[in-house]
Every structure is written in structure tokens, then in C-alpha cells.
């Protein structure tokens, strides 16, 4: 975009874009509302929850399959023109992007928002370095805006926005060396003042009342079903009010970087760019890169945003969860069967009562009075309609039982089980492919990162140091070969061992592609057996020599 050098006109601009990107924040905040309630309840909003969610433990099996932070791994790819000092440098390099990225606890944040990226349809993580260290936090959908939605590629975007919440002293403290801070916060504290039930639209929580009912009616007759759920409020909560804040980040075309424009209250705090521009304020991240990585296991070619797996089981859910309060409706009703009397009359409640309980014993003085039970005729398989709605769910997300651990009729070796497993895992290896996509974005962010903040000295193999800045600026950073998803582990496991076995790759090397526990000790300890094996060979070859000098001797 062009960027207005007048004031007036470039904070009109601004609020245009803002606009723009919030058009579709509040209609998706309505289906954000229903798929959370789903996925924590089992239930639309206000509406009694489900004793038991299959949504939830669905979806966790399906993020299982798609990504762990166990087994992803990391490699640096060098340029075609990279110089031969920066392949001695490249280990180090990796070892200390993986140190980064265990320091910040990546693997646990890129979990979370795979399952809830499953969950909405997509999540966020917005990476930052602060005090000599990268932090990441997630983002849910609801507070991100994109100025175009039918735009699928986030880098593609010419303005991107985030709503948040911050505390008055944390603003403070924010804002401890700006040049306006006391103007900034006396129009904070007057607008708090005036509106002091006032929430961060962009940090408030997708709130679900918390909803009970003791006796709730059926839905055969107007009996009292125990298959009753109870809403826990998750909420979190908090005393202080929260300031909204808006962070846009906006293309500027003259300068091919973004600019980074942070509003308190419609009141501009920050406007500087990502990158460093000669003439302007130090930037606040890296030219032309943003701060955010989407996480969509599931795209739509024409939509950003892409399909959510609980549109998919809502409908099951429901289902499952009317039949199982029928079938718990009969079973009760044979538990407690209703009663009918003849020729009895004036029970009293506390006698009629008293019918149900064990060893209770009613005297009717009409011999021809008699009391009888209603009971139900029961199915003989009163679960089979539920198995049949379980098998639908795992059709609808694509887990065969065999990919969840249970034995599949007609299996009759290992290797008839892997190849099945395979096979099935088609689905889930196509959604770990998008989700291994977002790790590389990730890790490749964070490499760009640790060239321009890092300043950290490395060893290289051949004993000099460096700093990532001085390494080879254009190598990327990479996923090594689909890791970061369980379904390809056991896949990558037995190619290592075929490779091994054929020679085409040595101990040590074998050990870097299965990547066992303590896997720098090992890699210690086997240079250690390989030297002991070298004086082993050497002091072999030299006894046979000398055997065989002996043997010629003795034969002239």
C-alpha cells in the first residue's frame, strides 16, 4: 500500500484498514462460540452439556497423529553459494536453533495450536525476542484480522491485525522511554474512567455461562435422566481491567517492509516498521518479514481461514448424545420400573416410595388388590447404534482403528499391520504436511531471527567461533524428512536400518536419523568405541602380518 506522509490522512488510512481486516471478526466469533462449547461441552451454548464429549478425545487422538515435538527434528540447508566455512558452522547452527526452540518451549505451543487449529480452523503463534530470547505466544482466530479472507497465504496479505489486552501497568511499564506516554495514559485512564466495565475485545474469552440443572426433562416422556453433564466455568478471570489494543501491521510499498502501528484507545502509540530503515526509529523485528504463523490443517482454497473438524461432529455429537440419554432413559425405567396398582388404594408417597427400595414389604388388605411392574422390553444390543456413530466419527476425521491402536480382523504379521497402517494413514500424513509446513515457517522465522538478535558465539568444527549473523544469509532452515509427524517416525526408523544394513550410511549417522535419548552422549561414547575398534583392527593387522612373516620364515 501507499503510505500518506501526511498525519491526518495516514491515521485515516490506518482506520480504514483496521476495518477492513475486523469485517469478518464478529460472524466468526459466533462460530468460534459454538465449536468451543463443542469441543469443551459436547453441547451448543446454554444448552446442557454432555456427560461424555467425543469431540475432545477425538480431536486429541488426531493432533497425536499430526504432529509431536518428540520426534521433529531440524536441519539447515545451505545456498549454492554458500563458502566452505559455512558448512563447518552448520551444526552448531542447528543445535543452537534447536536449543531456541526448546527454550520456548515450542514443541507444547505448537501442539496446542494444532489441536485447536482443528478445533476453530485455524490458530496463530506470534514470535517475539525479548531479553536475549525468543518468546511465542498464542493467538486465537477471533483476535486476528486479514484484510482480505479469500487471500489462503498469510505472507500474501497486505495488512494483517491483532487485538489484545494489556494493564494499565503494564502499558506503564511499556511505555517507560515514550516521548507522549503521560498523554497516552491519561487517555487510557480517562477512557477506563468513563467505561470501567470495558473488556479488551481481542483477549475476551469466548465466555459460556455455566449452566445446571438437577432435574432436567427427557426426551422420552417427562422423566428425570442422571445422563446430565455440568458445565465448569473456564474462564480465566482476573481483578484488573484490561486497556484494548490494536497492533496493525500494514505493507508499505516504498519501502517493501511493513509497518507496525500499535492504538491504544484509537490513539496511536507506536508507528515504526519491522525492519531497519536508514532515518527511522530502530525496528522492532526484521525487514519484511511479520511476526505471525498460521496453523490450518485443513485449507480451503478460497477461504484463509480454512474448515474446522467440528462442523464435521457436531451433528454426531448430538446424536450420540440424545441416544445415549434414551438408552439411559430405559435402562432406569427397568432399574426402577413405574408401578401400577389395582385395588389398593390410599398409598401414601412415602409407601409408594418405599415399593422401590430393596427388601420393602407393603400388607394390602383387599385380597384382591395387587400392585404390578411396567418394565420394558430391553434390545438385545442397546449399544450398537452408538458403536455405529463412533465408527462415523472416526470415518469423519479420518483415525481407522488401526491407527488407534486396535487389532483389524484379517492382520496377520507385522508387516501386513504396517503396510495397513500405511495405507490408512493417508489423511492424517496430508494434514501433518500442512502442519509440518507451519513449523518450517516457524523455524525458518527463527533463524532469520538469530541473524539479525542473536548474538550468541558458536564453536565451528574447526575450533573458530562465530555468530549466526556471520553465517551463510541465505540457508533455510527445515523440517527433516515429515518429523514432526508420528505417522512418518516409524517409516523413517526402517529406511535408516535398510540404509545401514546396505552400507550406504554409517553408526553415526544412523544415530543422527533415529535420534534415541541422550543422543550427544551416545555420539560421545561411540567415538570412544570407534577409536577402541581402530586399535583393535590395527593391532589385528599387525599380529597376522607378523604370523604371516613367521610362516614364510619357517617355510625357507
Not at 507444547?108 to 530470547?133: H, I, P, T
Amino acid at each position: 500500500m501507499k503510505i500518506p506522509s501526511d498525519l491526518i490522512e495516514r491515521y485515516d488510512l490506518y482506520t480504514d484498514v483496521m476495518q477492513a481486516c475486523a469485517s469478518s471478526r464478529e460472524p466468526r466469533k459466533g462460530n468460534y462460540k459454538r465449536r468451543y462449547s463443542y469441543f469443551v461441552y459436547g453441547a451448543q451454548p446454554e444448552v446442557l452439556a454432555s456427560p461424555f464429549n467425543k469431540i475432545g478425545p477425538a480431536l486429541d487422538a488426531l493432533t497425536s497423529l499430526i504432529f509431536s515435538a518428540e520426534t521433529t527434528r531440524f536441519s539447515i540447508e545451505l545456498g549454492v553459494d554458500a563458502k566452505p566455512v559455512d558448512k563447518l558452522r552448520t551444526m552448531s547452527v542447528s543445535r543452537q536453533l534447536s536449543r531456541r526452540w526448546n527454550e520456548m518451549k515450542a514443541g507444547e505451543l505448537v501442539r496446542q495450536a494444532v489441536l485447536w487449529a482443528l478445533a476453530y480452523d485455524s490458530m496463530f503463534l506470534k514470535l517475539l525476542w525479548r531479553g536475549g530470547r525468543y518468546q511465542a505466544f498464542l493467538c486465537e482466530p477471533h483476535t486476528i484480522g486479514l484484510f482480505r479472507d479469500d487471500v489462503t497465504d498469510i505472507d500474501e496479505q497486505e495488512a494483517i491485525s491483532m487485538t489484545y489486552g494489556i494493564t494499565i501497568k503494564e502499558l506503564t511499564r511499556e511505555l517507560a522511554s515514550h516521548p507522549r506516554r503521560a498523554e497516552i495514559l491519561k487517555n487510557v485512564s480517562a477512557s477506563q474512567r468513563q467505561d470501567s466495565t470495558a473488556e479488551a475485545d481481542g483477549l475476551s474469552k469466548l465466555v459460556v455461562a455455566q449452566i445446571r440443572s438437577d432435574n432436567p426433562t427427557n426426551l422420552i416422556g417427562n422423566l428425570a435422566s442422571p445422563f446430565v453433564g455440568t458445565r465448569l466455568d473456564l474462564t480465566p478471570t482476573g481483578q484488573e481491567q484490561l486497556v484494548p489494543m490494536t497492533e496493525l501491521w500494514i505493507w508499505d510499498d516504498d519501502k517493501a517492509d511493513y509497518r507496525v502501528v500499535t492504538l491504544a484507545n484509537d490513539m496511536t502509540v507506536y508507528d515504526r516498521f519491522s525492519g531497519n530503515h536508514p532515518g527511522e526509529p530502530p525496528g522492532m523485528w526484521m525487514k519484511g518479514e511479520h511476526q505471525f504463523i498460521q496453523f490450518c490443517p485443513e485449507p480451503k482454497y478460497d477461504y484463509a481461514w480454512g474448515f474446522s473438524q467440528i462442523d464435521r461432529l457436531m451433528d454426531l455429537q448430538d446424536w450420540r448424545t440424545r441416544r445415549m440419554r434414551e438408552i439411559s432413559d430405559v435402562l432406569s425405567r427397568n432399574t426402577y420400573p413405574p408401578k401400577i396398582s389395582f385395588g389398593v388404594p390410599g398409598i401414601q408417597d412415602e409407601k409408594a416410595y418405599a415399593l422401590g427400595l430393596a427388601k420393602s414389604y407393603f400388607a394390602v388388605a383387599d385380597p384382591m388388590g395387587k400392585i404390578e411392574e411396567w418394565k420394558t422390553d430391553l434390545p438385545q444390543d442397546l449399544f450398537i447404534e452408538i458403536r455405529e456413530i463412533d465408527a462415523m466419527f472416526d470415518e469423519a476425521l479420518g483415525l481407522p482403528k488401526i491407527l488407534q491402536g486396535e487389532g483389524t480382523p484379517g492382520v496377520r504379521s507385522r508387516g501386513h499391520a504396517e503396510t495397513l497402517g500405511r495405507y490408512a494413514s493417508g489423511r492424517a500424513r496430508s494434514r501433518s504436511q500442512y502442519v509440518e509446513s507451519a513449523v518450517e515457517r516457524l523455524v525458518n522465522l527463527m533463524l532469520q531471527g538469530m541473524r539479525v538478535h542473536d548474538a550468541t558465539h558458536l564453536p565451528a568444527d574447526d575450533g573458530t567461533k562465530f555468530i549466526v549473523g556471520q553465517f551463510d544469509k541465505v540457508a533455510v532452515a527445515k523440517v527433516d524428512a515429515h518429523s514432526s509427524s508420528p505417522v512418518f517416525v516409524e517409516e523413517l526408523d526402517r529406511t535408516a536400518n535398510e540404509l545401514f544394513e546396505a552400507g550406504a550410511i554409517d553408526r553415526r549417522t544412523l544415530l543422527e536419523l533415529r535420534q534415541p535419548p541422550m543422543l550427544d552422549m551416545l555420539l560421545e561414547r561411540l567415538k570412544d568405541i570407534e577409536e577402541k575398534e581402530a586399535k583393535n583392527a590395527q593391532m589385528q593387522m599387525e599380529f597376522e602380518l607378523k604370523t604371516k612373516q613367521a610362516a614364510a620364515q619357517r617355510i625357507r
